[in-house]
């Protein structure tokens, strides 16, 4: 199993590109989310989906769009890029019963010029 | 409103010795708490949990105590290792079957041979 994958490791982008973060899984997790890390605010929710069709807001959804149309992949869109979206994104996934012990994929580095 | 804190952004531990990294919480709701381990350009990895009927879990080396009245849980590394050298995060959610978890800022624990 590969696990939780992420693509790219590292993007950088000019203020007002759009762009989309791949996220995969081969568990079959039916939860997946992602957050962002920034430096002295630990890892954020950004947004969170428990099943294909069906994705919610975590703590911090502005700027970015996510859409769940298979179980394994949960893609994060940045449609205008902002420099204050310049951070390390992680994408995770678990099972339902198992939703504290979330499964981590390597991150993607972005910055936002 | 940081509802999960770690005050120490750093720790420097000998080897052999234990290493001691705190969280505090101020929300009253939260009833699971874990702890997650990250290395440089990977992401974060399950380590422990606990749940708030207990004050104690052990998984080998490590062990969380947890404080209820005092909204304070620690994380126990006995005897730490150079391997153990990581970022530690610590994070807190409503019920088991909670779909967010809050993460803490992370505490970079250093281990000195």
């Known amino acids: 199993n590969a696990g939780v994958t992420q693509t790219p490791k590292f993007q950088v982008l000019k203020t007002g590109q759009s762009m989309t973060l791949q996220c995969a899984q081969d568990m079959n997790h039916e939860y997946m989310s992602w957050y962002r890390q920034d430096p002295g605010m630990g890892l954020r929710l950004i947004h969170y989906s428990v099943g294909a069709g069906i994705t919610d807001q975590g703590e911090v959804p502005n700027g970015y769009n996510v859409s769940r149309s298979t179980t394994e992949d949960f893609p994060l869109r940045l449609l205008s890029a902002a420099p204050s979206q310049t951070s390390v994104y992680f994408c995770a996934s678990s099972r339902l019963t198992q939703l504290l012990e979330q499964f981590f994929g390597p991150g993607t580095r972005l910055t936002v010029l | 409103d940081q509802q999960v804190k770690q005050n120490s952004p750093s720790l420097s531990v000998q080897e052999g010795r234990i290493s001691i990294l705190n969280c505090d919480y101020t929300?009253?709701?939260?009833?699971?708490f874990l702890w997650y381990k990250k290395y440089p350009a990977e992401g974060p990895t399950f380590l422990i949990s606990?749940?708030?009927?207990?004050d104690k879990n052990e998984d080998g080396r490590f062990t969380v105590f947890l404080n209820k009245s005092a909204k304070h849980l620690s994380l126990h590394i006995v005897p730490s290792q150079p391997g153990d050298s990581a970022v530690y995060f610590c994070a807190a959610s409503a019920f088991q079957g909670a779909q967010k978890l809050v993460f803490g800022q992370g505490t970079r624990l250093t281990i000195n041979p």
């Open positions: 606990i749940s708030s009927i207990k």
């Open positions: 929300n009253s709701m939260f009833d699971y």
